[in-house]
């Protein structure tokens, strides 16, 4: 019999009250809903007598089958063939087969932690804990040190960007601040802060609404950051269109127009959206994350990633033909170290995507790391740096060391345009003879790189430029009293 071993050994129940358990499981009996009025009928018919006390009583009595009947178990002519005191005293548990998709490979690990105790003299709280990890799915919360430094990194920066936003105010600094309107540094930086926000999203639990919330940060932040600059770049530009006098006359309509662009590519991602999903890790912790397994809405997010290379290879291609522009000398050549590392953020993000991570910490760790490092980047070479410039500008004899400093940044570039200019000449020359048209092409965009002063008559300098000027005057003049 089942509870029987050589006639040696019996299964009984453990010496306390309360602490005896077993795993119950079974069959399922079910009738078909698309069979005709008449066998349904038969099928309950067969199910009732099956299910009946008086059938499940034989079955228990004869074959020793457990029944889901606890009353069969204080019946006298049952408890005469069978230890009704083992089945009272015994906690059930269900079989958990909705744990996992494929329920003999959860017991087989379950089985597997709890051997490790027995057998490899594991530690029972270790090997309990690993039978909890299989199904416990693990999030970030403010459990530790590190989770709670980053946390409190994030603030520092939100709120080092919104004190940020006085200083644009300040009349003394207004000249600094002269590569953008007020209103367009407003913008930007709140997209900045919506970049950093993503990052908040990264604590408690992984939700349809929490991945979705994510892509509208990253969107939308990305757009109210950048399309700023790439406004400044386009109304900038040397020669003027009439694509350029329209995006200068309406910024906002400008900005809007790729707004509009990110709300509706994430509209269109509810017919199609997220899914959580989880990530299983033997002896590690389980985590969730946000999954795109559907062809239309890879699409979108294709779709999407697009926009977004479509606008940074227009900043770097306008940052490039205005390089040498007086009126942004300084500005594109701290704006192009942004924009570089936030290129090599988006491309860090794309792969922590593709690629997958077992541990839910260095997982986190790597996207808040690439979304604080694009807040940081960007708000220093952005913005910050000219806070720097001005309070080095206003220190005693500092005019001195700026001065030194545009110098040195002046030769280098002299240098560096002459020997591009004759490489370029000789490339010119050489590719002449063959495409014609690649070479005049070329031309163009090489008279615009080495070009410093725009056509339009309306074009301001910078406070960096006037620096420069009054310093370069000065100079001049103690030379000639000399």
Known sequence: EEFKKDDLYTIGKLYNEGISGSCFGGSNVAANKYSDQEKQEAALTVIEYITSKDIQ?????????????????????????????????????????????????????????????????????????????????????LDIFLEW???????????????????????????????????????????????????FTEYGEITVFICHLRLFLLAFGFTLNMIPILYKL????????????????????????????????????????????????????????????????????????????????????????????????????????AVYIDALDFILILLVNIFKIDNYRLYFL??????IIYAISTYVFFFGYRIIYYLIYNIKGSKENINNISDTIRKQNFQSNSKNINQTSTLNSSSYKTTNGMSKFMRIVLSYHYRKESKKNNTSSTVFENIENNSNYKSNNSQTKL
Not at 90 to 100: A, V
Not at 164 to 186: A, H, M, Q, T, V
Not at 366 to 371: K, M
């Open 234 to 337: 386009i109304i900038n530009f040397p020669d003027e269109s009439k694509v350029s006098c329209w995006i200068k006359e309406h910024r906002y309509s400008f900005i809007l127009i790729f707004l509009f662009i990110d709300l509706f590519m994430n509209l269109i991602l509810f017919t199609s959206p997220y899914k959580v999903s989880e990530v299983r890790v033997i002896d590690g912790k389980n985590f969730k994350y946000c999954l795109l397994d559907n062809i239309y809405s890879k699409l979108i997010e294709a779709v999407f990633s697009l926009i977004k290379i479509i606008v940074f290879l227009s900043i770097f291609s306008l940052i490039f033909l205005e390089w040498n522009l007086s009126n942004t000398y300084y500005d594109v050549r701290f704006m192009i170290t």
């Open 57 to 141: 009583k034989e079955f228990v009595m004869k074959y020793n089958y457990l029944s889901g009947i606890y009353s069969l178990y204080d019946d006298v002519d049952v408890c005469n063939k069978i230890d009704c005191e083992l089945y009272n005293s015994i906690q059930p548990t269900i079989r958990p087969t909705n744990e996992n998709e494929d329920y003999d490979e959860y017991s087989e690990e379950f089985r597997r932690q709890i051997y490790k105790y027995i057998y490899d003299n594991t530690d029972v709280k270790d090997a309990l804990q690993g039978a909890i990890d299989i199904k416990k799915i693990y999030h970030i919360s």
């Open 149 to 199: 430094f980053v946390f409190i990194i994030l603030c520092v920066i939100i709120v080092v960007i919104v004190i940020s936003l006085i200083i644009i105010f300040i009349p003394s600094l207004k000249s600094f601040f002269e590569f953008l309107p007020n209103d367009l540094w407003i913008i930007s930086l709140f997209g900045i802060i919506m970049i950093n926000c993503i990052s």
């Open 366 to 371: 790597i996207r808040v790391f690439v979304f």
